[in-house]
């Protein structure tokens, strides 16, 4: 079984300034990670994944995240913030092994980006 | 292509009566699934389908949730007799495949309140 730990509930920022949101995994199993966006009164959807290969992966809209397998962490980043950001963002773990289907998910961070 | 189709959007009932949510997947996904999210308790995996076949249903929680998919283009949560915390925003999804790599497709989700 998998687990997911979203440290932060919410998260204000100005806008341009940078941004992490933090995750963190429990896993007794390789992993599939990743991070999904649900603006207001919408469903989720992808920003990126990492499957595997390179550590640093780049989503849409500018965001990126860095799998620490050390760590076990997922954090995700973006340089510089727009009010257009202002949502919750979702981490979410699967397993990679057969018959590994199902998504985990994190309680969410809530993003709020300050004029 | 239209998205994973949810309605209704909105339902408002009284403790008691019977609810029915409705799926549509997105044309040529074979996995279907239902979530619930809660402020308290976030996302919840309810059920999962494979070919229109259900899967893992260990998360719904109780003998009043049941749920259909009768074929590849339609799926039906139900919910009888309902209760005031079945409140809460459920959300459908699909994806092709069975791998935990597949990006799942989310729906806008219905708004469920029961009084």
């Known amino acids: 079984a998998q687990s997911v730990t979203q440290l932060d509930s919410q998260v204000p920022v100005f806008e341009e300034a940078p941004v992490e949101l933090r995750c963190n995994y429990s896993?007794?199993?390789?992993?599939?990670l990743f991070w999904y966006v649900q603006y207001p009164n919408q469903g989720l959807q992808l920003l990126l994944k990492?499957?595997?290969?390179?550590?640093l992966v780049k989503g849409i809209n500018g965001f990126e995240a860095e799998f620490n397998k050390s760590q076990t962490s997922f954090h995700l980043r973006k340089p510089s913030v727009h009010i257009s950001d202002t949502a919750e963002y979702f981490c979410a773990v699967s397993g990679s092994g057969a018959g590994s289907y199902q998504l985990t998910f994190g309680k969410g961070t809530k993003l709020s980006v300050i004029p | 292509d239209a998205g994973v189709i949810q309605s209704p959007r909105h339902e408002v009932t009284e403790m008691g009566q019977e609810v029915t949510l409705r799926c549509k997947p997105i044309s040529g996904h074979n996995s279907l699934f239902w979530y619930r999210q809660t402020m308290m308790r976030g996302l919840e995996l309810l059920i999962y389908f494979n070919n229109n076949v259900p899967i893992d249903d260990s998360g719904m929680p109780e003998d009043r949730f049941s749920a259909k998919m009768p074929n590849a283009s339609f799926s039906t949560l139900k919910i009888q007799p309902s209760e005031p915390r079945d409140s809460a925003v459920y959300f459908c999804a699909s994806r092709t495949g069975l791998a935990g790599y597949n990006e799942q497709f989310f729906g806008p989700g219905t708004r469920l309140t029961v009084l």
């Open positions: 896993s007794s199993v390789s992993v599939y």
């Open positions: 990492y499957l595997s290969g390179s550590t």
